[in-house]
T-cell receptor
Framework: GDSVTQMEGPVTLSEEAFLTINCTYT??????LFWYVQYPGEGLQLLLK?????DKGSNKGFEATYRKETTSFHLEKGSVQVSDSAVYFC???????????FGTGTSLTVIP | DAGITQSPRHKVTETGTPVTLRCHQT?????MYWYRQDPGHGLRLIHY???????DKGEVSDGYSVSRSKTEDFLLTLESATSSQTSVYFC???????????FGPGTRLTVL
């Protein structure tokens, strides 16, 4: 079945460090791919998305590229800030069907 | 922000009691979803709805039922709550052709 696998957390980085959170997926066809962010005590918010192969989603300095050949959608940011501390979820939606599939989440803590 | 509210936001109940959680949207989106969030599991789909009175099961539907009598409201009922249903419950909505999901603020449920 369709699924998303994220790197295990928690991840702790110093401010201005480079961030990569790995995400790979299993799905039939060409799913849409998403990164969501959850700040403490809040619901999930869409961070970025990509709907076809080689698309790059970007928002707030975060980027992820849809790689069909490696079935990956890794999240990157060149210089993290303390305010980026949150839990990040990778997700997919099949090209047909109405369900979304989420990874287990990766907790990021950025220290000054 | 998408207009999604959940009620109650916090609830403590005892094993064996029925519990109903409410999700209300003001966006007129067709699709509504109930997820539970647990450490180590990320978000797991309980049930979803693709229209008034049209619902389907997700991966963890046992012990839960749903109803949708109006476009704007999606109710999640625990017929007889158990301690394993202690969790944070999130409602989400998406448009006619689901692409992005928008999440509510969550309900923290504790079953003693």
């Amino acid at each position: 079945g369709d699924s998303v696998t994220q790197m295990e957390g928690p991840v702790t980085l110093s401010e201005e460090a480079f961030l990569t959170i790995n995400c790979t997926y299993t799905a039939t066809g060409y799913p849409s791919l998403f990164w969501y962010v959850q700040y403490p005590g809040e619901g999930l918010q869409l961070l970025l998305k990509a709907t076809k192969a080689d698309d790059k989603g970007s928002n707030k300095g975060f980027e992820a590229t849809y790689r069909k050949e490696t079935t990956s959608f890794h999240l990157e940011k060149g210089s993290v800030q303390v305010s980026d501390s949150a839990v990040y979820f990778c997700a997919l939606r099949r090209p047909t069907g109405n369900q979304f599939y989420f990874g287990t989440g990766t907790s990021l803590t950025v220290i000054p | 922000d998408a207009g999604i509210t959940q009620s109650p936001r916090h609830k403590v109940t005892e094993t064996g009691t029925p519990v109903t959680l409410r999700c209300h949207q003001t966006e007129n989106h067709r699709y509504m979803y109930w997820y539970r969030q647990d450490p180590g599991h990320g978000l797991r789909l309980i049930h979803y709805s693709y229209g008034v009175k049209d619902t389907d099961k997700g991966e963890v539907s046992d012990g839960y039922s749903v109803s949708r009598s109006k476009t704007e409201d999606f109710l999640l009922t625990l017929e007889s709550a158990t301690s394993s249903q202690t969790s944070v419950y999130f409602c989400a909505i998406s448009e006619v052709r689901p692409d992005t999901q928008y999440f509510g603020p969550g309900t923290r449920l504790t079953v003693l």
